[in-house]
T-cell receptor, first 112, second 114 residues
Framework: DQQVKQNSPSLSVQEGRISILNCDYTNSMFDYFLWYKKYPAEGPTFLISISSIKDKNEDGRFTVFLNKSAKHLSLHIVPSQPGDSAVYFCAASRSGGFKTIFGAGTRLFVKA | DAGVIQSPRHEVTEMGQEVTLRCKPISGHNSLFWYRQTMMRGLELLIYFNNNVPIDDSGMPEDRFSAKMPNASFSTLKIQPSEPRDSAVYFC????????????FGSGTQLSVL
């Protein structure tokens, strides 16, 4: 039972263009969503988050959008850079809860 | 400020052997999580502790897996006996609170069971 789904295993984008990574969730109790970035041979690192009371959060080149009615969130990277090439994990949790549930990840390739 | 420290970085063992993975969380963090990463399932939560107490171990795949946290600065994940299907990267993560906060991950242990 995958509560957080990332249906695209990989994505390839040209440098300078926009990268859009998508994530769907099934549990309506989730109220906090996060994106993590992972390079090879390293652990995931926190990138950006959004609370369910918002529909957008922006941090530099990274913006996360949340559509609660569709139980969908997306991460936009503009402009994409070769250093952004990594695996991106979507994650969800509940306030006061302990569990953070991760999706399977999307591997992003940014071509120079 | 040291991050989450895991050891060993790589472990190669034979089927049937006992494997122990170790984790030192960030000082002051009171929640600790063990995750397993595989190609098919991504990052699976195995177990998490709060204030050294196991809160939920429903993600532990079988009785062959066990985890302990004897104090605030150390945790182990043990597999006995190990099987080839246990081969994966195992991550330890810690956080400050009881949930919802961002997690800080270690570099992981790459386990290969032959």
């Amino acid at each position: 039972d995958q509560q957080v789904k990332q249906n695209s295993p990989s994505l390839s984008v040209q440098e300078g263009r926009i990268s859009i990574l998508n994530c769907d969730y099934t549990n309506s109790m989730f109220d906090y969503f996060l994106w993590y970035k992972k390079y090879p041979a390293e652990g995931p690192t926190f990138l950006i988050s959004i609370s369910s009371i918002k529909d957008k959060n922006e941090d530099g080149r990274f913006t996360v959008f949340l559509n609660k009615s569709a139980k969908h969130l997306s991460l936009h990277i503009v402009p994409s850079q070769p250093g952004d090439s990594a695996v991106y994990f979507c994650a969800a949790s509940r306030s006061g809860g302990f569990k953070t549930i991760f999706g399977a990840g999307t591997r992003l390739f940014v071509k120079a | 400020d040291a991050g989450v420290i895991q050891s060993p970085r790589h472990e190669v063992t034979e089927m049937g052997q006992e494997v122990t993975l170790r984790c030192k969380p960030i000082s002051g963090h009171n929640s600790l999580f063990w995750y397993r990463q595989t190609m098919m399932r991504g990052l699976e939560l195995l177990i998490y502790f709060n204030n050294n107490v196991p809160i939920d171990d429903s993600g532990m795949p079988e009785d062959r897996f066990s985890a302990k946290m004897p104090n605030a600065s150390f945790s182990t994940l043990k597999i006995q006996p190990s099987e080839p299907r246990d081969s994966a990267v195992y991550f330890c993560a810690s956080s400050r609170g009881t949930g919802g906060e961002k997690l800080f991950f270690g570099s992981g242990t790459q386990l290969s069971v032959l």
